[in-house]
């Protein structure tokens, strides 16, 4: 032992007295959260679950959750719809997976005829689109042809992107395309109409809109969306400009098909709400035709930790159950539901993805109807406008749902949540 404590303070004289002090700090500081996580791991085991502070909704039974808001669910129109992407299913453009192409097709219809989900989001990633030529191939077909065909399908939300489209990593530009660019956009840079990348997205958003027009056009009600364009998530961190994006609203309103098509833009969490409103205005100003055709739509992740992109494991652990995973979403969100009533200025306000699945150490989100409750509590108390008559909460995890009943996994708040789920549409 004296040998050993010898070694360790002759290796601390050669570390210098700051790398010691560092050293000891860092000690101080992570044993403490060591013991801090353990007392409440072992307080949650003791409540048979890790708990963080859930609305009192939360806690209902489901039938009491729907009695509790059921007048409000058909005051406000409320439907629960869908963000789906067939890629979380396995599916890909080179049907490597037939089961995984057959799972995803079976998870769609199931979450517009068993779970009523009318409202149907869809991301066409671009390197999905057009991975090794121009030419766009079928991939989306089946999933495109069943929205539009089927009768129960109220609405389609297309995500075409082309730069950025909902599931991670966000930014889905095909890498034969990053390869020819001569200036790659540095990280974290906001992509304007000059850029060179622009460019050619604007060539592969002209092609989609052409495309989608010929097979789809005015079929039904086609919403354009532009997945969270003022935050920086993915690899790159790149975000849209006003000016990228207006330009993409003329691409999409060249082509007649879609003369009448809506706008989304959502924004991540609550941080980008106030430029989605500057956007909405710079829109009507220069489109009064589009007045009442955009909607501002707010991505719920309610269990998220902001300690999640921590890379040490062990830390990021730590760190994670320490922290409460609960929001202040009034205080993010208020200005924004202020904005919604403006008689001239307001809009319509949306849930574009609200968790129903997990997201890092939070196994629970996703598998417990107290925490899917909480969201759809939140959302009713504290984002969506109480006076709007058509609102949306697209579930984001209705691949996760479904895929676990299908697969024989699912666990009774996995059947719970899509029992409520169905209720609430059926209302």
Same mark, same amino acid.
């Not at 989306?140 to 609405?155: G, I, K, Q, W």
């Given at each position: 032992? $004296?040998? #050993?404590?010898?070694?360790?303070?002759?290796?601390?004289?050669?570390?210098?007295?700051?790398?010691?002090?560092?050293?000891?700090?860092?000690?101080?500081?992570?044993? /403490?959260?060591? &013991? %801090?996580?353990?007392? *409440?791991?072992?307080?949650?085991?003791?409540?048979?679950? =890790? &708990?963080?502070?859930? *609305?009192?909704?939360?806690?209902?039974?489901?039938?009491?959750?729907?009695?509790? !808001?059921?007048?409000?669910?058909? &005051? $406000?129109?409320? #439907?629960?719809?869908?963000?789906? %992407?067939?890629?979380?299913?396995?599916?890909?453009?080179?049907?490597?997976?037939?089961?995984?192409?057959?799972?995803?097709?079976?998870v769609l %219809?199931?979450?517009?005829?068993?779970?009523?989900?009318?409202?149907?989001?869809?991301?066409? *990633? =671009?390197?999905?689109?057009? /991975?090794?030529?121009?030419?766009?191939?079928?991939? !989306?077909?089946?999933?495109?042809? !069943?929205?539009?065909?089927?009768?129960?399908?109220?609405?389609?939300?297309?995500?075409?992107? /082309?730069?950025?489209?909902? *599931?991670?990593?966000?930014?889905?530009?095909? $890498?034969?395309?990053?390869?020819r660019l001569k200036v790659t956009p540095a990280r974290g840079a906001t992509i304007t109409p000059d850029d060179e990348l622009a460019q050619i997205s604007f060539e592969h958003a002209e092609r989609t809109v052409e495309y989608l027009a010929r097979r789809y056009g005015g079929a039904k009600p086609v919403t354009f969306s532009f997945n969270e364009p003022f935050h920086g998530y993915g690899p790159q961190r790149w975000m849209m400009s006003p000016? !990228?994006?207006?330009?993409?609203?003329?691409?999409?309103?060249?082509?007649? %098909?879609? #003369?009448?098509?809506?706008?989304?833009?959502?924004s991540a969490g609550g941080a980008d709400l106030d430029q989605i409103a500057a956007f909405i205005d710079l829109l009507r100003a220069r489109y009064p035709e589009v007045r009442d055709r955009l909607t501002s739509g707010v991505s719920m992740y309610t269990f998220v930790p902001p300690y999640v992109w921590f890379r040490r494991p062990v830390l990021q652990d730590i760190l994670a159950h320490i922290q409460q995973p609960t929001r202040n979403w009034y205080g993010e969100v208020a200005k924004n539901l202020r904005r919604a009533r403006d008689p001239e200025r307001g809009f319509p306000i949306e849930i574009t993805e609200a968790q129903a699945e997990p997201f890092g150490p939070l196994k629970q989100a996703g598998d417990s109807l107290a925490y899917y409750q909480h969201v759809l509590s939140e959302c009713m108390e504290r984002i969506l406008n109480p006076a709007q008559r058509d609102t949306t909460i697209r579930m984001f995890g209705a691949e996760y749902q479904l895929a676990r009943r299908f697969a024989g996994t699912a666990t009774e708040g996995n059947e719970a949540i899509l029992g409520l789920t169905r209720a609430i549409n059926h209302l």
């Open positions: 032992m $004296q040998d #050993r404590l010898g070694r360790f303070a002759t290796s601390d004289r050669r570390l210098g007295r700051r790398a010691f002090l560092r050293r000891a700090s860092t000690v101080g500081l992570v044993l /403490p959260l060591v &013991a %801090a996580s353990q007392w *409440r791991n072992e307080f949650a085991t003791l409540r048979g679950e =890790w &708990a963080p502070d859930l *609305r009192p909704e939360a806690y209902l039974s489901a039938p009491d959750f729907l009695a509790h !808001y059921e007048s409000a669910f058909r &005051a $406000q129109g409320v #439907r629960i719809g869908t963000s789906f %992407a067939p890629e979380l299913l396995g599916a890909s453009p080179s049907h490597a997976d037939r089961d995984a192409d057959a799972l995803a097709k079976r %219809a199931a979450a517009v005829e068993d779970l009523g989900m009318t409202d149907v989001r869809l991301g066409l *990633r =671009w390197s999905n689109l057009a /991975p090794d030529t121009d030419a766009l191939n079928d991939f !989306y077909e089946p999933y495109l042809d !069943y929205c539009f065909a089927s009768p129960l399908v109220r609405t389609v939300s297309l995500d075409i992107g /082309p730069i950025k489209t909902f *599931r991670w990593p966000e930014l889905h530009v095909p $890498q034969r395309v990053l390869d000016a !990228y994006l207006v330009r993409m609203v003329e691409i999409i309103r060249a082509s007649t %098909a879609f #003369r009448d098509a809506c706008f989304l833009v959502n």
